[in-house]
C-alpha cells in the first residue's frame, strides 16, 4: 500500500517545516552566543580571511598551504569550543540541530549504491498514516519505562514481573543484529501491554521501525486484502510492510475471532518473520494450554521454540488504581 500523493507531500512539507525551525534555533543560539561572547564573532570571520590568505599563497606555488590551513581551522574550532565552555554553553552549542541525524532532516538517505532511499524516519511516518499506528503513540507516551513502578506487585507476582523488565530491557539493548521474539502471557491487567509499550518506546527512539497491531485489527485487515477484489492488489505491500518492519507488536492475541484463515496468517507472518530474521512480541491473556488447542500445533512450536516466554500473574492493575483513587482519604 503506498502513499497518496497528498500523504506524501505532507510528510514533506513536515521534514521543511522542522529544518525551518531548526534553522531559527540555531539563529536564536548564535545571536545568544555572540552577545555572550563578543570576541566570539571576530574568530568566525578570521576562518574566510584566512582561507583566502592561504588560496592565495597556494596558487603562488606554495604546497603548504593547504596543510597548514586545515591546522589552522581546527585549532581556530578548538578555540571557538573553549570560548563556548568557559562562557557556560555546551561545546556543540553551534552545532547544526536534527531531528534526525541520519538524514539531516530530509527523509531521505544515500545508499551504498549512491542512491537515495527512505530514512528509517520517512519509513516510520508512513507505517503510522498507512496504518493507523495513532494508538501507540499515545501509548508510549503513559506507558514507558519511566514511569515503571512495581508496588502494585508482591511475592511471586513481583518477581515474575521483575523478570519480565529484565528481559525486556535485554531485548532492547540486544535488538540490533539479533533477531529475538518476546511472548507476554498471564491475567488481564498485569503490565504485558505496559512492557510492550516501553519497548516499543525505546525501539522508535532509537530509529527502529515498528508497526503495532492488535490481534482483533491484524486480521481483520489480512482478510480484507485477501478477500475485497477492490483492495487485492494491496495485500503484497501490506505483507512487505508486516514481514519487513524491525519490530510487529501483535496486542491481545485470542480476542479476534479465531478461524483457519486467522489460524494459516499467523503462522505465515511468524514464519516470514522468522525467515527473515525480524523480531516479534505477541501479547496475549491466553494461556499456553489454550493457545495450543486455539491454534494449530505449528503455531504453538514455532511460539515455544522461537520465542522468549514472560508468564504475568497477579491483580487487574487497572481496576486496582481505580479502587484506590476511589478509596475514602484516611
Known sequence: MALSNSQYEAIIKEYQRTRDENRALEDARRQEVCEAIPEYLPLCESVSTLSVARAKRLLEGD?????????????IAQRRKRLLVEHGFPADYLEPV????????????????????????????????????SHIQEMIVRENFSVLSYEYYQGEDLRRFQAAVGVSRRFIQEFEGNCQNLFFYGAVGTGKSFLSGCIAKELLQRGNSVIYFSAAGLFDMLARYTFDGRLKEGLQDFCEDLYGCDLLIIDDLGTEITNNFVTSSLFA??????????????????????????????VFSRITSSFTLCSFTGPDIRILKKRLSNAPAT
Open 63 to 75: 604546497d603548504a598551504a593547504l596543510s597548514g590551513l586545515r591546522e589552522e581551522l581546527a585549532e
Open 269 to 298: 507472518c511468524l514464519n516470514e518473520r522468522h525467515l527473515s530474521g525480524k523480531s516479534t512480541l505477541i501479547s496475549t491473556n491466553i494461556s499456553l494450554e489454550e493457545l495450543r488447542n486455539r491454534y494449530s500445533d505449528r
Open 98 to 133: 536534527y531531528r534526525c541525524p541520519d538524514c539531516q532532516d530530509t527523509g531521505y538517505i544515500a545508499s551504498p549504491e549512491g542512491l537515495k532511499a527512505k530514512c528509517h524516519c520517512f519509513r516510520q511516518q508512513e507505517i503510522s498514516i498507512l496504518y493507523a499506528q
